[in-house]
């Protein structure tokens, strides 16, 4: 059973790897002829079990990539077709989950029953948001089960690619939402008659009407409350009201997984329930029924996310299995419960959550094996502990580029706390008459979120390291394998050697001389890293998105982090705008920075945040690691000349490393393309040039192309951004001179390397390609 479960979950890992999808005929001929070749294979191979166990396996990966191909092709087979993106259309139809807010608006997912025009062609699933126009034209209130007729705006879901970025459109195909899209305040938006919808006609609202009625009491119950949004999320998984600066208290001492639904309370929980049961029924079995059903009531309630499907899965396998006089061991009631998450969720392992709960979950059991009934509560809670912390470093470290140094005392405390202390007391604040559980699992989280703020005030917290190669990764494995096995085995001491690989993997840097330099995705915007030996800098920080998100806190420390940078020598703000500015802040406040060179006058609050602020002005150059750095414009009686746009004051910075040249002119238009002509039309060579101001049609002069006259040009532009940028006339000028060029939009981050006197771009999309990604369409 082992080698059949664990190749039909490695088959489904190997389809969400591929690149692309194969025809759903072969794919079925292939499942149609596993049991009569594994038939066959046992007849011909009995002398060779062996091989017996080789051939199932084989057939095992197949059939599950197989499998998880077919319900590919039907989930692409729903896009939204290019052709309808930007289109207005009308929609009829249900709000079929519980809405969520975001800043100035709502977001929720809508079920389509009717579409006009008819011939449009709209997936039946999409995630659409509703932002107020004003002040007085505030979002109506909406509620699952009501049946809407809305004016719409829609598009294929996009992400942006970035080094430790989250990707967006991997996980709308995980969710079944093959479109999204924004409704058009002028549009006749209105409430159809019927009004809401109840359970009994569409019965899977029952769940999201129930999740909406208990946040409505919680909210009412605690109303302002400093930490209400947290135990709004214990109880019905709805997060988007907890803070920004919140979550990153929780991440900085490791224990953002508790302040979500995670398999860890779920856990509890039906342990809790089953020990009431077993008080009322002193018979295991239905102790057992009664766990689970309180895990199914539980996960239900909190949305039915990926760590509470495998949780109840796995409590689904143990429950039935106790039912058998032979119960499997706890390897197979893993496998069980890993292979039935792929198969009923074939995109579940494109989630965080799924490599974390699995990782968590196996390593506890191969560190407890050879300890269970053989040390007391105390002790055996310190190795579980232990165990979790160490078990999940590898992970953590290949997800996200840091670990938290706080999470074995904070998970010590706050564990019991949360998940017997605060998810209880609030799941039975729900029930009427019992508010007071509210209030009191808000105060214990409060007291618990005071110590988690002394704790992150101590002065190292974190322990940052490059996203490790494939190499390091294994290592570190192999370490813990050895660091959790049990003692008195020969060698354990190579798992510290080995883990010591990972956790001190020496940041990837260029050679002498060479220079690497990330140009982000981070939409309408432009934020780029420049990297040489022993030095880092960012030029650029994004765009603002909203009052809590940017192209800093969103983008850039999390591609950082993945690119190993702890710390930068320098920051350029080329000019104020607010898509070249605007996570400059967030971006001070998470990395050391040594100084700021920028035009932002002196009043600016980011010149006084810093500890060193410099004018940009043409004539400043600088050495690191044998790359030269020039800056070329603007001239210093221009830095603050209000009387000239804020583009056309913007910082024009060039980079030599080994004969090639890098040139990035921010937002300059015409007027400073031509005055940058006059001044030293010889200095703009260039190999690589950020097209100025996003492809703008007030930029990329004839002239100014000649003389820069780029091997490659790079177009940093947002998905259908309502510039329309770049301009077609703009890409017709670069490719009638012959410029390679790339948009950022299309292609994500792109990194470009010079070593060994050799220019390599590498777009991010073209390194791992996945079959869902635009472009890449199944084979007929």
């Given at each position: 059973m082992h080698t059949f479960l664990s190749g039909v979950v490695a088959g489904v890992l190997l389809l969400q790897c591929s690149p692309r999808l194969f025809p759903w005929g072969a794919t079925l001929g292939v499942a149609l002829l596993f049991p009569g070749a594994v038939l066959w294979g046992r007849q011909r191979l009995l002398p060779y079990p062996g091989l017996r166990w080789v051939l199932l396996g084989l057939m095992a990966v197949l059939l599950g990539f197989s499998y998880a191909n077919l319900r590919a092709q039907w989930r692409l087979s729903e896009a939204l077709p290019s052709a309808w993106e930007g289109q207005d259309v009308t929609l009829s139809g249900l709000i079929t989950e519980l809405p969520e807010s975001v800043p100035n608006g709502v977001r929720f997912t809508f079920e389509v029953a009717r579409?006009?025009?008819?011939?449009?062609?709209?997936?039946?699933?999409?995630?659409?948001?509703?932002?107020?126009?004003?002040?007085?034209?505030?979002?109506?209130?909406?509620?699952?089960?009501?049946?809407?007729?809305?004016?719409?705006r829609l598009k294929r879901p996009h992400s942006q690619i970035n080094p430790g970025g989250f990707d967006f459109e991997a996980w709308s195909l995980a969710q079944g939402i093959r479109a999204v899209g924004t409704v058009q305040a002028a549009g006749d938006n209105r409430l159809l008659p019927g009004g809401t919808v109840t359970a009994r006609q569409h019965p899977g609202l029952w769940i999201e009407q129930a999740r909406e009625a208990v946040r409505q009491r919680i909210q009412s119950v605690l109303g302002e409350r400093r930490w209400s949004g947290v135990v709004v999320a214990l109880v019905v998984g709805d997060q988007s009201l907890i803070r920004q600066d919140d979550w990153q208290?929780?991440?900085?001492?490791?224990?953002?997984?508790?302040?979500?639904?995670?398999?860890?309370?779920?856990?509890?929980?039906?342990?809790?329930?089953?020990?009431?049961?077993?008080?009322?029924?002193?018979?295991?079995?239905?102790?057992?029924?009664?766990?689970?059903?309180?895990?199914?009531?539980?996960?239900?309630?909190?949305?039915f996310s990926v760590p509470t499907q495998r949780t109840l899965y796995m409590i689904g396998v143990v429950t039935l299995v106790r039912f058998r006089d032979a119960p499997p061991g706890a390897l197979s009631v893993l496998l069980l419960a890993l292979a039935t998450t792929v198969v009923v969720d074939p995109w579940a392992p494109l989630s965080v959550g799924f490599w974390l709960s699995f990782g968590a979950v196996g390593a506890l059991m191969y560190a407890g094996a050879h300890t269970v009934g053989r040390e007391g509560a105390l002790k055996a809670a310190i190795h579980t502990q232990w165990s979790a912390t160490w078990a999940l470093v590898p992970l953590l470290l290949l997800l996200f580029g840091q670990v938290s140094l706080l999470s074995p005392l904070a998970n010590a405390f706050a564990i019991p706390v949360v998940s017997l202390g605060v998810v209880p007391l609030a799941l039975l604040g729900t029930i009427p008459g019992l508010g007071d559980g509210l209030i009191a699992a808000h105060q214990l989280f409060a007291a618990c979120a005071w110590a988690l703020q002394q704790m992150a005030q101590w002065p190292v917290t974190v322990w940052t390291a490059p996203t490790p190669a494939p190499v390091a990764f294994l290592a570190g494995v192999v370490g813990l394998l050895f660091l959790l096995a049990p003692k008195g085995l020969p060698g354990r001491w190579v798992g510290s050697f080995c883990l010591l690989v990972l956790l001190l993997l020496p940041r990837?840097?260029?050679?002498?001389?060479g220079v690497w330099m990330d140009v982000l995705d981070v939409g309408q915007g432009l934020a780029v890293v420049v990297r040489t030996q022993n030095h880092a800098l960012v030029y650029d920080t994004g765009p603002r998105y909203s009052a809590e998100s940017d192209g800093g806190s969103r983008v850039l420390l999390p591609a950082l982090r993945a690119l190993g940078v702890d710390h930068l020598e320098g920051l350029i703000v080329s000019h104020r705008d607010t898509d070249h500015s605007g996570g400059a802040q967030s971006l001070q406040k998470g990395i050391p920075i040594d100084w700021l060179l920028s035009s932002l006058e002196p009043a600016h609050p980011l010149v006084h945040q810093m500890r060193r602020s410099?004018?940009?002005?043409?004539?400043?150059?600088?050495?690191?690691?044998?790359?030269?750095?020039?800056?070329?414009?603007?001239?210093?009686?221009?830095?603050?000349?209000?009387e000239r746009k804020t583009n056309d004051r913007g910082c024009v910075l060039r980079i030599t490393a080994q004969g090639q040249r890098l040139l990035l002119p921010a937002d300059i238009e015409a007027l400073s393309e031509e005055e940058l002509l006059q001044r030293s039309p010889e200095a703009l060579a260039a190999e690589v040039l950020i097209a100025p101001h996003h492809g703008s049609k007030t930029s990329s002069t004839p002239g100014f192309l000649d003389a820069v006259s780029p091997r490659w040009a790079i177009f940093t532009v947002g998905y259908r951004n309502h510039f329309g940028h770049p301009k077609p006339a703009v890409v017709a000028r670069y490719q009638e001179r012959q410029i390679q060029w790339l948009r950022t939009d299309q292609t994500g981050a792109i990194a470009l390397t010079v070593e060994k006197n050799r220019l390599t771009v590498t777009p991010a999309r073209s390194r791992f390609p996945h079959y869902w990604e635009e472009g890449l369409t199944p084979l007929p």
């Open positions: 579409v006009d025009p008819a011939s449009a062609m709209v997936p039946r699933r999409l995630s659409l948001a509703w932002f107020s126009s004003g002040p007085d034209a505030p979002v109506p209130e909406l509620h699952p089960g009501q049946h809407w007729q809305l004016h719409c208290l929780f991440w900085i001492t490791g224990v953002g997984h508790l302040v979500s639904i995670s398999g860890l309370h779920i856990t509890m929980l039906a342990g809790l329930v089953a020990q009431c049961a077993g008080g009322l029924w002193p018979s295991v079995r239905v102790r057992w029924v009664a766990g689970l059903l309180g895990a199914l009531a539980y996960a239900l309630l909190a949305g990837p840097r260029p050679e002498p001389g410099i004018p940009c002005f043409a004539g400043q150059h600088w050495e690191w690691d044998g790359v030269r750095f020039d800056i070329l414009h603007p001239l210093l009686e221009q830095v603050w000349d209000e």
